[in-house]
Structures are given as structure tokens and as C-alpha cells.
């Protein structure tokens, strides 16, 4: 059974930076991509940032180009997620979502197989 589960969640004041990890265990196959989601308050969930298994392509929201960066640890089995520079607007819960089939879509949602619980992120002075 896959499970995907975030941390490195918190508090931060605007400017500052933080660093979410999902550690990825119980797949047997390969994968194709993992994706990082956030859900504001009363807003729909948006992607932020997704990477390919096989040639790491990696895609970002255009609210986040320049500020986050993604990666992967393959020998860990860990996907993270670099935020710098983060602003109010960037509160939200943060998903990883992960995707076994091709897709050239990042962002639909209904093609990721499993999620993480989420973490939460809160920036405030």
C-alpha cells in the first residue's frame, strides 16, 4: 500500500523560507510523477510543482516560478520542496500527490492514485 506522507510544515514570517519532504514507501512499481498541491482557505486546490520519474521534467505553477524549487532523493524516496521568498498568500495546506501513468497534464488532479495527508503552511508576521 502507498503511503505519501509531508512534513516540514510551520510558521513563517514573509520572506522567509521553508523546506516540505514526502516520503514515498510501499509502491513495488515504479511511478511516473509526484506533484505538490496546496489548498488555500476557501479556495480550490492548485498545483505547485511536479516532477517526472523517468526524465525529471519538472513543472511549476506560475505563482510560485522563481521562488520554489523542487527535487527528489531517489534513495530515500523523498520529493521535496524548496519555498523561498514565501508571502501570506502562500498559507495553505500542502499535498504530494502521486501519479503511475504518463500524463501531460501536471495539474488534474483526478489522475493522481494517492495523496498525502498535508501539511500546513502558515506565513505571518
Known amino acids: 500500500q502507498v503511503q505519501l506522507v509531508e512534513s516540514g510544515g510551520g510558521l513563517v514570517q514573509p520572506g522567509g523560507s521553508l523546506r516540505l519532504s514526502c516520503a514515498a514507501s510501499?509502491?513495488?512499481?515504479?511511478?511516473?510523477?509526484v506533484a505538490w498541491f496546496r489548498q488555500a482557505p476557501g479556495k480550490r486546490r492548485e498545483g505547485v510543482s511536479c516532477?517526472?520519474?523517468?526524465?525529471?521534467?519538472?513543472f511549476y505553477g506560475d505563482s510560485v516560478k522563481g521562488r520554489f524549487t523542487i527535487s527528489r532523493d531517489d534513495a530515500k524516496n523523498t520529493v521535496y520542496l524548496q519555498m523561498n521568498s514565501l508571502e501570506p498568500e502562500s498559507t495553505a495546506i500542502y499535498y504530494c500527490a502521486m501519479r503511475t501513468y504518463h500524463s501531460d497534464y501536471p495539474w488534474l488532479e483526478y489522475e493522481y492514485d494517492y495523496w498525502g495527508q498535508g501539511t500546513q503552511v502558515a506565513v505571518s508576521s
Open positions: 516532477i517526472t520519474n523517468s526524465d525529471g521534467r519538472i
Open positions: 510501499g509502491f513495488a512499481s515504479g511511478y511516473y510523477a
